[in-house]
């Protein structure tokens, strides 16, 4: 088994810190382990730096594997990095659409010995990458909503920024493309767009449900659900996961999705930035190499 470079957040809790025990005594127990904590792009960088070759493991959460993704593909040193997870976050998004174990023994046991699997990788127009997911509208809004109170309420707070963001939902006239074709435009107010290359945001609530980050391509779910009596039937159907299923829904598939139109905010793997006119997203196909539960 090659030796391990395992990545943490200098800013993770005591709660945080017991379970990455867990898992380390499990690492530890099949290779060689160095245990690294970054607080910010440089340090993570000069880490990175010192890797030698050796697997990189993230733990923590959809943030912290954005951030170490992000930074191995602008080295350039992505597709030559196997990479795994042991999810420490709230969310916990990816490695819940992927299988990795909630639990941090379980997932150090998956990256000693799951299967090598090739993963997609979204990049956008100014290369900038998305592991997981990356929507605009309501969900935006509620991302950017939640974000005073995920560190005191962790998911629940996402629940919270969801509340304020249905109170006055943003309702977007934007043009939308995938591949070569036009699926919105200005005419029509959308509610919510989201590419995803994972299924899930949130921590747990399933936008793109049929989304796999093996198949390259991505899944493009856009909601017109902006009547009242729209909007809280779409909400209701969310949290079942069968939205895609509205007659004013449009759910597809694609390998470029292009976004042009009014001012907009996004929110990529938690991060929100914004506002923006125009942005496009396209997959790169197998663009690196994770550890992941064996197939049965």
Not at 162 to 183: F, G, I, N, T
Not at 266 to 285: F, I, L, M, T
């Amino acid at each position: 088994m090659e030796p391990i470079l395992l990545i943490t957040n200098s800013h993770a809790g005591s709660v945080e810190d017991e379970a990455l025990d867990s898992a380390l005594r499990v690492l530890r127990a099949g290779t060689d382990v160095e245990v690294v904590s970054t607080g910010n792009p440089g340090e993570l960088d000069g880490v990175l730096h010192r890797r030698g070759g050796r697997q990189v493991v993230v733990a923590g959460g959809d943030g912290s594997l954005h951030a170490v993704v992000a930074a191995l593909h602008r080295r350039h040193e992505l597709a030559d990095t196997l990479v795994g997870l042991v999810p420490l976050g709230t969310g916990n998004d990816f490695a819940r659409g992927v299988g990795i174990p909630l639990d941090p023994a379980e997932a150090a046991e998956v990256v000693l010995h799951g299967d090598r699997r090739p993963v997609d990788l979204v990049v956008d127009c100014l290369g900038e990458v998305v592991v997981n997911n990356v929507h605009i509208g309501v969900g935006a809004r509620a991302a950017r909503n939640a974000r005073p109170f995920k560190r005191l309420l962790g998911r629940a707070g996402y629940v919270v920024g969801a509340a304020r963001a249905a109170v006055h939902p943003p309702y977007l006239r934007l043009r939308v493309q995938v591949d070569e074709h036009v699926v919105a435009d200005f005419a029509h107010p959308l509610l919510m767009l989201a590419v995803g290359n994972g299924a899930r945001i949130g921590g747990g609530a399933e936008i793109t449900p049929d989304a796999d980050p093996q198949d390259g391509r991505v899944d493009v779910m856009v909601s017109f659900s902006t009547s009242l009596w729209a909007k809280l039937g779409y909400a209701l159907q969310f949290r079942r996961g069968t939205h895609p299923e509205r007659s004013d829904v449009m759910y597809l598939r694609g390998r470029t999705v292009s976004v042009s139109g009014q001012p907009f905010y996004c929110s990529a793997d938690g991060e929100v930035y914004g506002p923006e006119r125009n942005r496009s997203w396209r997959v790169e196909p197998g663009a690196f190499m994770m550890m992941l539960p064996a197939a049965r």
